[in-house]
């Protein structure tokens, strides 16, 4: 079985940082992609910021900037660093990852989500 276990939420005020991780275990044969999404209240979930299959990053307008994506792919691990973060960040945010479990075939797999919150 194959999991996604996020860390590093928390409550921050305006303009402060945050270091979210997310591991993925299990019998993993190959990452497809793997990034980040977040629920906002009121809003649907939304891409954050994501390593494409073809290894390049794609980040949402809004965090353009601020946020960056990292990954150690010896530990299937990737980072999201938050900074200047702002109120309208607050909402959950989730790791997502297209992956290859040994005997097949591709699934997205979500983690359980972090909470994020940003006050003014």
């Known amino acids: 079985q194959v999991q996604l276990v996020e860390s590093g939420g928390g409550l921050v005020q305006a303009g402060g940082s945050l270091r979210l991780s997310c591991v993925a275990s299990?019998?993993?044969?190959?990452?497809?992609?793997m990034g980040w999404y977040r629920q906002t209240p009121g809003k649907q979930r939304e891409l954050v910021a994501v390593?494409?299959?073809?290894?390049?990053?794609n980040y949402a307008d809004s965090v353009k900037g601020r946020f960056t994506i990292s990954r150690d792919n010896a530990k299937n691990t990737v980072y999201l660093q938050m900074n200047s973060l702002k109120p309208e960040d607050t909402g959950v945010y989730y790791c997502s990852a297209e992956i290859l479990a040994l005997g097949g075939p591709y699934a997205r797999y979500w983690g359980q989500g972090t909470q994020v919150t940003v006050s003014s």
């Open positions: 299990g019998r993993i044969f190959n990452i497809n992609d």
């Open positions: 390593f494409t299959s073809g290894a390049s990053t």
